[in-house]
């Protein structure tokens, strides 16, 4: 582990978590190209939602595939089929029409598109929602929100009846001339935003992106609608549609977080007491933990036993390797560290070998760099040239943290990329937020390894927060809020595997001070020295009972859903074999004061989870507490979580 450490501040995040970037599955609810003839007034469209025709108003017609709205005030609609049917089906809407006014510059001849509570034939979008027959709840005439053009080459994009929040003026979209209107209307965030356009032109609606955000959301809105105003000309409508989309998130494997957990362990330590061996192997399984890594200590006979029982017990083995070479002795070469793995039958459960344990700090005197160098070849080829132990991947050596800025230590080391298949690093977090120096290690690591991917063999929090020395500690209730988050984190950021150290505490503090080690060497475990559980540990076991999926590869299904509710949320996607969702949400937040070294409760945030759709059944469980489902919804469109510090997963 790291013997020095020295905070380091991330001014930007490098990571992407995986978010909903694209746009799911667009759906087409609502396509009229107008193709027959005579009264638009109970005809239905070629795609239609629930069999809905159109309520329209007398003069509107359709002949050769043309719409012609003419002569009256009219709101011409399609009932989606049920109240609120934007906001109980959320998603991104495109309402959109071709249209071309006649030659003029009258402001007065106004035609246009909108979303709908509770339209009237006879009166236009515009009207005030006191009118008689209008739904004073839905807005004027329901047009909420609505756009228009008028044969000046005007357009208006108003949030209700004359209050525009978008306006092009005379001459911008000349009439005589076919232009499409298009409104969008995103209905999948907690405040609704709206866009428009004019052909490939988008309107400023003064907001980000040029966007417009309802401060509140309309109300009772479930049509789609034509509308024409003041009109002493006629104009041609035609490809009136409505589609939906909707925000994906792309999916993991759900099983492929368990399997991206390991531990580390000391099996070779003789401090332990009586009865580790079985205590190690009962807390590893009991937790569902996989992946294991050790020291390969081969001179210490205590060792042996239990790395053989963890065997046993169907866990595989990481071995990190201090070899000795002709520049320095350590515990043995790299040839008789392969002879004792073959002659205790420990190939087949090691699955990854490690170049020399943080060399830099220590264990390789003050000229480490080419003894490591030297070491990382002999593992390479001792390994690669048996055809026993050829398969097995090698990982590069981690760094102590010795310095603000690693560069010269991973520049002294150099291009070992031709003897690993990964590369590692040891990003303890010294009490602070879960990626702190994870950024900053992996952004050096192509300095030895090139393009080769991540694993973390060490990363973790101790308890001792009183602590003498450079590296804070955190409180067991912090960790076991952060714990969760730091395999969610490293997940997203694409590290393969990372190894949380330890399972166990190692020592005593008596044994520490004895051994003349740092004060917070005895208190990095999940489980006490007695071996008993810490809260750390409750939150690693129900995370993985959450989470397991054991079972064949698969390729998951994105899915429609987005999350809202704070600027600082984050989130990650899985699914199970069965087809089941595991969303797992948290919010970059402290819960843990290093200065003042007390637990920090963050302000809860109320986090909006909406899907693509109805869902029969949600869950809601919070790992760092149960893994028993905290909250469950029935034919539910949406959920509200109160959220902190903790992880939420969203099971549906």
Known sequence: MNKIFLKFSLAVLLICLIRGAALFGQTTLISDAFNSSGALNGTTPGTTVGGAQWVASASAASSGGVLTLSGVNQTD??????????????????????????????????????????????????TNASASGLNPNGGPNGGTPWMYIDQSGQVFVNIHDGTYVGYCSPGSFPSGVKHTLKLVLDTTQAQWKMTAFVDSTQINLGGAGMAYTFPSNPTNIRYAAMTASSCAISAAVDNFTLTVSFPTLPALQSDSLVDSIGLNVNCWNAYLPTGSASNITSKLTS?????????????????????????????????????????????????????YLVNNNLVGCTELLEGPNEPNGGSYGS?????????????????????????????????????????????????????????????????????????????????????????????????????????????????????????????????????????????????????????????????????????????????????????????????????????????LLFQKRNGTYLLAIWRDVSVWDVATKTDVVPASANILVRFAGQRSQVNVFFPTTSSSVSSTYSNVSSVQIPLNGQVAIVQF
């Open 77 to 126: 609609s399609l009932d989606l089929g049920s109240a609120n049917y934007f906001s109980n089906n959320p998603g991104v809407y495109s309402m959109s029409m071709d249209i071309t006014l006649p030659g003029g510059s009258s402001n007065l001849n106004c035609f246009g598109l909108g979303f709908v509570a509770n339209p009237v034939t006879g009166v236009n979008m515009g």
């Open 287 to 339: 937790a569902g933990v996989r992946h294991v890594r050790d020291w390969m200590a081969i001179d210490k006979p205590a060792a042996l036993p239990v790395w053989q029982l963890l065997r046993d017990n169907g866990i595989h083995l990481c071995f990190t390797m201090n070899v000795e070479t002709d520049l320095l002795p350590m515990w043995g070469t790299a040839l008789q560290m392969k002879q």
């Open 367 to 571: 000229n480490w760099a080419p003894a490591a160098f030297k070491s990382c070849s002999d593992i390479y080829t001792t390994f690669r040239g048996d055809p026993a132990t050829s398969s097995i991947p090698i990982l590069a050596p981690a760094f102590a943290r010795t310095l603000l800025d690693m560069t010269p230590v991973h520049n002294a080391l150099g291009d070992i990329s031709a003897y690993v298949d990964y590369g590692t690093c040891h990003p303890y977090q010294g009490g602070m937020f879960p990626t702190a120096n994870l950024v900053s290690e992996m952004l050096l690591e192509p300095i030895n390894v090139g393009s080769k991917p991540m694993i973390v063999t060490e990363t973790g929090y101790h308890n001792f927060i009183n602590t003498s020395t450079q590296h804070p500690g955190a409180s067991e209730t912090a960790i076991a809020l952060y714990l969760p988050r730091v395999f969610l984190e490293f997940k997203a950021a694409g590290v393969v595997r990372t190894y949380w150290f330890n399972l166990n505490d190692n020592f005593t503090d008596a044994q520490v001070q004895q051994l003349g080690y740092d004060d917070f060497e005895a208190h990095f475990g999940l489980v006490r020295y007695d071996f008993s559980e810490k809260p750390a540990y409750a939150a690693l076991k129900n995370l993985i009972a959450i989470m397991a999926d054991s079972g064949a590869a698969f390729t998951p299904t994105p899915v429609g859903c987005s999350v809202s509710g704070s600027t600082d949320v984050k989130t």
